[in-house]
């Protein structure tokens, strides 16, 4: 059956039925669409009737809530690379509304449009009579057309065979006690949090953040300052694509609401101000951060918003250095060693060897990451041995160096004395750049050489170990830029038990150099030694493994 991008899924069976065939029904679902999958939920719906169905309001009950925190935990278990999104538009609680507004009789007065076209829709309906297909799936064709605009040629899927198969394999399902207590619903509700790739436990908080109000959602996105403590800080996507993100997810969820979306500096933002915010809505571990609002808001003379607490989802695929729920740190972690950016075609490049450019700030590890690449089979080239190769003496590096700032710089033995050298620099950065501008290109014209040497010996990759890659603009020499980092307190720790300076000189040291932000903005792939070696080397074979993957497609194109 051919894949299709975008689908919609029609889920008739009764909400409290639901969460044991969910499995069964995604795995269905992701065998036909690869991209987006929203799920339209009408519990009851009958499309096997002799009358065209059409979409009902169905109210926010305890069963709604509980369907929606599992289907996004099934959906990271069993489907985690399609775009799951749980629509809201006909849920609507009679009671939650103002007297002055009267809902309409029918959901969507008009189809909703959606981020992303519909070109399937599939369906749990429990299909009795085979000779009814063909009705049937008119009929949700027509239904779901009544929804949302769909794409030209929509096709539907009665997922009933797939399901019937799957739950013989697994052994049948149970059903849960339904629950049909109405949950309390809101003119105002507030949340907070970074939202970084969105996935399912923000997905979950959103889902029901967006059930939960009637009028208006506010959002602190965590910036700036709310970010520095964040594991891999430095790969956080920017915050107008993450707001951008939001905003797409919401109009798709619950095209109503207003949205207010405000960068977070703090931990608090407008909860702490808004008089017309009613509920925040938190977790278990974020419960503290609710109190702590409420307490804020008594200081500023507003009224206590009611905490509504939904549950953390497990991470069923978390290893040792994740934390067991779903979060955007471990997902941040299993970016390290993957290609974050596709490297620029440079034709002016030999094919082979493939040229790796690996650089980090003091501290970072890059060299042990060169050394581990040099076990799998790369041909390692050490630029701070080739550093001082220039100032070896009558070499031509040296005369330039001698001649710029003077023979009171040599030994007795005509070597170059480099602290009497680094006296001179230091601080002037016009000396600096004097200095850079004679051992920067040196050092290219050595590593040219050196991949030169490896090609013709047939050498497959070559690993450029700079530190100074990215401020010697030798990246025109690299087929990819690869970083190393690690958190500044962990890099000055470093620096200073090896090389026995002060914390305050390891400081300055790392303030001299490319900040861990500047060089990932460069990457095509980071990496980071900040856990256990096990873990480094996993990172290290995860990285090699996709490079031989990217090299062989290239050679065959």
């Not at 950065?429 to 040497?453: C, G, H, N, Y």
């Amino acid at each position: 059956m051919s894949m299709f991008s975008t689908g919609v899924l029609v889920l008739t069976t009764p909400l409290h039925a639901l969460p044991p065939r969910l499995a069964p029904v995604l795995s269905s679902a992701a065998q036909l669409v690869d991209r987006t999958l929203y799920v339209h939920l009408h519990p009851g719906l009958n499309l096997g009737s002799a009358s065209q169905p059409r979409p009902v309001y169905i109210p926010p009950v305890v069963d709604l809530s509980n369907l929606i925190t599992c289907l996004y935990s099934k959906a990271t278990d069993i489907c985690g690379d399609l775009d799951v999104r749980i629509l809201l538009s006909n849920v609507c609680s009679h009671t939650g509304t103002s007297s002055s507004t009267s809902l309409p009789s029918d959901p969507f007065l008009t189809p909703q449009s959606l981020s992303h076209s519909p070109d399937v829709v599939l369906t749990d309906f429990l299909l009795l009579d085979p000779s009814q297909s063909l009705q049937v799936t008119q009929r949700l064709e027509k239904y779901t057309g009544q929804c949302y605009v769909c794409g030209p040629g929509l096709h539907s899927v009665l997922l009933h065979s797939q399901l019937q198969k799957l739950q013989k394999d697994e052994g049948g399902v149970t059903q849960g006690e339904e629950s049909t207590k109405p949950l309390q619903t809101f003119n105002d509700v507030v949340v907070g949090g970074t939202f970084d790739r969105l996935h399912g436990a923000h997905k979950t908080l959103l889902n029901i953040s967006c059930m939960l109000a009637n009028r208006r959602f506010s959002i602190g996105v965590c910036d700036q300052a709310m970010l520095k403590k964040k594991v891999l800080s430095e790969l956080i996507q920017p915050y107008s694509l993450r707001v951008q993100k939001l905003q797409e997810f919401l109009h798709d969820v619950k095209p109503s609401l207003q949205i207010e979306i405000t960068p977070l500096v703090d931990p608090f933002g407008p909860s702490i101000i808004d008089p017309l915010l009613e509920c925040i809505v938190v977790s278990e571990e974020t419960r503290r951060g609710g109190d702590a609002v409420n307490q804020k808001r008594m200081e500023n003379g507003l009224s206590a918003l009611e905490l509504h607490e939904i549950q953390l989802l497990k991470d069923v695929h978390h290893t040792e250095t994740e934390e067991e729920k779903i979060s955007s740190s471990s997902l941040r972690s299993r970016l390290l060693g993957t290609l974050l950016v596709p490297p620029k075609k440079k034709p002016e490049l030999p094919l082979r060897p493939y040229i790796i450019g690996l650089t980090g700030g003091s501290g970072s590890g890059k060299s042990s990451i060169a050394r581990r690449l040099e076990a799998l089979g790369a041909t390692r080239i050490d630029c701070d041995q080739l550093g001082h190769k220039v100032y070896e003496v009558d070499t031509p590096g040296y005369h330039k160096v001698v001649e710029e700032f003077g023979r009171d710089i040599l030994n007795e033995d005509k070597s170059i004395n480099r602290r009497a050298l680094g006296r001179k620099v230091f601080g002037n950065q016009e000396r600096l750049k004097a200095l850079t501008d004679i051992v920067w290109p040196t050092i290219a014209l050595f590593v040219k050489d050196m991949v030169s040497q490896a090609r013709h010996e047939g050498k497959d990759v070559c690993v450029i170990d700079a530190a100074v890659l990215l401020e010697a603009g030798w990246t025109d020499m690299v087929h990819e830029v690869w970083v190393t980092i690690i958190p500044g307190e962990e890099a000055v720790q470093r620096i200073t038990q090896r090389d026995n300076i002060s914390a305050a000189e390891a400081e300055r040291r790392l303030q001299s150099q490319w900040s861990n932000a500047q060089q990932v903005e460069q990457a095509n792939v980071v990496l980071s030694t900040l856990w256990e070696p096990e873990v480094t080397q996993k990172q290290v074979l995860k990285a090699w493994s996709l490079l031989q993957e990217r090299i062989q497609q290239r050679e065959s194109q």
